[in-house]
């Protein structure tokens, strides 16, 4: 997988050329040869610029760049130039990830050395990962002392033996301020990937540099993760050769899926619990709702709901199996009254996803929410896990004994399974509805007439787990040090 400002694309290799025998360290002006770039376009002093630059961070996979005028489209002002690059290409590669990296630190210095020379303003930044309009650099940073670069490099080195990692290549260069580029080879993907990857950008980021490239392989040369960053840009990416390897990494901050109820991958996707795993219940992930006649979500107090004969809705929750053996599913049911009752259980709707890391909408409530077949029994593998919609309708139960009166309904669900032969019930708490009956109970049709549009599917808050989108800070992915996301309203056309 590769992730780039908020694009995800699936990759078909991520191997560089490793480092035979042992660590290469190397920074850029001071002993690394510098791979000739042709430089066109521009003015006699921008090339020179970006000549110097060049030389000082000394990049390997940048074929070209070429300043020119900027397109019409980007709505430049008189006089605003891009700055467009191009990578050399890869024999069997289709990305050449470290190519992009580095013309992202190239046009980065550009922008700010251009600014501070009173060169044109540099508006675009591109090469064959696309183009990008980038922001001024507001705090206009200096550029780094020459005979820092050392102790920088000394720094870089320090962490990335500190990490366990066996060091393969390291290179720094100053293409205005410091970068790195480092090349690990791990003995232990996971826990590596799980307890040291994070400490180490954590660390390298610390250093303030202009970005850093990180490429870890596995003991057998399999290439394992790609990541890198500018600062200056604000730009990164992120790749994973082996999918089955980004629920291990906690800077990765997209959910894998989408943003539904289904539970976090483990790590690796494929690990299921062992045969040995204790009995344990099945794990509850919830809630959402959606439909007719819904009003405010009071925590545990539940749902209020419309008194509004006809109408009707859903409540969503998913269900793992955290056992070591299948677990069959033989009932759901909650405790809402047969008879007598304001609202109605009419059912529930099994969604099996596709698979573990890819829930295909089974995370998600459902519209319609009509009422279900009766229920078929299904298997559950260990570690798997499934989606539920319990759907209701609001029923013509009002009485002059009733009218005026508040009923809550709806405050248990029970899961019915067998598991090693074992019949096991296990009784979650719900969300509670409460219906308060008009003070005169209307007329049968009247209140069909009645029934509310549709609501849309918002996510509820359950206890033990907190569904509210919050901050989530990240590393070089977008706009800014900090990404917030908010859940889209999905349609519910046809509850």
Known sequence: MLKVRGRTVVLAGLALAMV?????????????????ISITGGT????????????????HQVASLRVGPVPRE????PGDVELIGHQRPLPGERF????????????????????ALGQPRVLVVGGDFGAERVQPNFADPPMADPAGLPAYTSQVTALARASGAHVVSISTGRPDGYSADVTLQVAHPVWF????????????DRLHSDGTFLQLYESDGKPLLVTGGSTRLQSGLLGVEDPVYLP???????????????????????????PSTPPKRLHLYGWEAGGQALGNWNGRAGISVAYRPGATFGLGLVLANPNGHPVTIKSITTDVPTQSSPIGYTGARIQIPVSRDRPGGADQLQAPYTPEPPF??????????????????????CTTANAGTTVTVNRHLTVTYTLQGRTVRSTYTNVPLTVTYPATCPAAAAAQAAVAACAPVRRLSAPGRVTTPAPIRVR??????????TRAARSTAGC
């Open 376 to 397: 078929a029994p299904f298997t559950v593998q260990p570690g798997d896990w499934f989606g539920v919609g319990l759907h209701y309708a609001v029923l013509p139960a």
């Open 74 to 77: 980007w709505g430049p002002k």
């Open 96 to 115: 050449n990830l470290r190519g992009d990296w580095e013309i992202w630190l190239l046009g980065g210095a550009f922008r700010d050395r251009s600014k």
């Open 44 to 59: 006699r002093v921008e090339r020179g610029l970006l000549k110097a630059i060049v030389h000082r961070m000394a990049p």
């Open 248 to 274: 291990c990494i906690d800077f990765f901050f997209l959910p894998i899926g989408g943003f539904g109820l289904a539970p976090p991958l483990p790590c690796p996707s494929t690990w299921r619990p062992p």
């Open 476 to 485: 070089h992915f977008a706009e800014g040090a900090v990404v917030t996301w």
């Open 193 to 204: 990937l799980k307890h040291r990857v994070d400490a180490l950008l954590e660390g390298l």
């Open 20 to 36: 035979a025998g042992g660590a290469v360290v190397a920074s850029g002006d001071t002993n690394q040869s510098v791979t000739p």
